[in-house]
């Protein structure tokens, strides 16, 4: 059995209960879950029968194999070494943790060490696969529009009250100053970046529709004159990330592999 421990005990590692109650997750043995907050984590070791983390420690103390983090790229960076010293492999939501690009080749070097892999859930993210042939092939554009509801906005320094009755550019620019003026919901965009062009090189365009309700992520990629690509995904909830994650589970043991 492969050891689960979960980071963030709200609606993404909720899915990844829930899956694994379902019998979707064979293979897999989740042994403890840790929040911040106390009622969240309890409640959800209660309902998988096991005794609560009253801290990330004691988490790791409990000899996980893969920890599946779901919190917010500022709590990820504050656990991330740690996790890696401990020589426990990751499955990360937050990808925003990894903008910076100094602090990126650094948790690479650090896995190097200690022999350890960190997955990147897709999420929302349309061909992961494609997007890192195309880089490997010589991307030469790498962009993603991104569409919200003023609502999505309205607790951002992005958000303008005509957002409310017009359709208005939030923001454009690279992917490295898109998650430093939203830095929990533009993870998507550093996770395309990271497979293309890099945080510098790839464009963020985050645009704000009236009545709009989910997110739209496009993600168009060229190689010159090779490869065009467009990749559309709507999502009307947040929950396909945390299904990417069981997706991704499965894959890790699967004979046939996606």
């Known amino acids: 059995m492969i050891r689960l421990g979960l980071y963030g005990c709200g609606r993404l590692n909720k899915i990844v209960v829930d899956c694994y109650k ?3 997750l064979d293979g897999f043995e989740i042994v403890g879950c840790y929040s911040k907050t106390k009622e969240s984590r309890e409640e959800m070791a209660n309902s998988l ?3 609560p983390c009253d801290t990330y420690d004691e988490l790791l103390k409990r000899n996980i194999d893969y920890l599946v983090e779901a919190a917010n790229p500022l709590a990820t960076k504050a656990i991330l070494e740690k996790t890696i010293n401990n020589k426990v492999n990751i499955i990360l939501l937050s990808i925003g943790a990894l903008a910076d690009e100094g602090y990126y080749k650094n948790i ?7 022999n350890v892999r960190i997955h990147l859930a897709s999420g929302a993210i349309a061909g992961f696969q494609v997007l890192r042939t195309a880089n490997i092939m010589g991307l030469t554009k790498s962009s993603l529009t991104n569409t919200k509801g ?3 906005l309205s607790k951002t320094t992005l958000y303008k009250k005509e957002m409310e009755v017009d359709n208005v550019v ?3 620019g690279s992917a490295y100053n898109a998650i430093q003026n939203l830095p929990t919901g533009i993870n998507v965009g550093v996770a395309t970046a990271l497979a ?14 009236p009545g709009f309700i989910g997110d739209s992520q496009c993600i168009d990629i060229e190689c010159g004159e090779e490869i065009k690509a467009h990749l559309d995904v709507y999502s009307r909830t947040s ?3 945390g299904y990417s994650v069981v997706a991704l589970l499965q894959n890790l043991i699967s004979p046939i592999v996606f």
């Not at 690479?108 to 200690?114: C, D, M, P, R």
């Open 196 to 209: 293309t062009m890099g945080v510098h090189d790839t464009n963020i365009l985050i645009q704000s529709k």
């Open 22 to 24: 379902k019998g979707l």
């Open 150 to 152: 003023p609502r999505a």
């Open 108 to 114: 690479i070097n650090l896995a190097k060490e200690n």
């Open 239 to 241: 929950d396909i990330a």
């Open 49 to 51: 029968n096991i005794k």
């Open 170 to 172: 939030a923001f454009e």
